[in-house]
């Protein structure tokens, strides 16, 4: 058999300690022979080409949007930082429900900025050309 003599060091290359993993080589491009057959699940071949990546059938969710946490700078705000991030002031002050007073409110503070509430809409008004003048 022919291949890269592995050995607990390395590749055999001389190296001791060299450290790179079967993987790492086969990574670059390096070319691994006898492995495989024994140790595997029954039926399994050993070789590579054995392998076959399966479909999934059902798309992969796309995880909800989160909150972020938000560190109020020097002169901003609260309607500054709502608008910036797309939320109403009211939006931004019920997931902030420490803050009594919006006016009072300083530099370094933490804030909770909500996910914007905003939908597409249910149905989308007509497409094309404008309407013809009369």
Do not use: R
Request: proline content about 10%; some cysteine.
């Amino acid at each position: 058999m022919s291949g890269i003599p592995l050995t607990s060091t390395g590749f055999g290359c001389g190296c001791k300690g060299d450290g790179v993993s079967v993987f790492a080589w086969a990574a670059i491009g390096g070319t691994i022979t006898g492995l495989g057959g024994g140790g595997g699940p029954a039926g399994a071949s050993g070789s590579p080409s054995a392998a076959v990546a399966s479909q999934s059938v059902a798309p992969t969710a796309v995880p909800a949007p989160t909150a972020l946490v938000y560190t109020i700078k020097k002169n901003e705000t609260l309607s500054k930082i709502a608008t910036a991030h797309g939320i109403t002031l009211d939006e931004l002050l019920a997931a902030n429900p420490q803050i009594k007073n919006p006016n009072k409110i300083v530099e370094g503070q933490q804030i909770t900025i909500p996910v914007p509430q905003s939908s597409a809409p249910d149905e989308f008004g007509p497409s094309g050309s404008p309407a013809a003048s009369q």
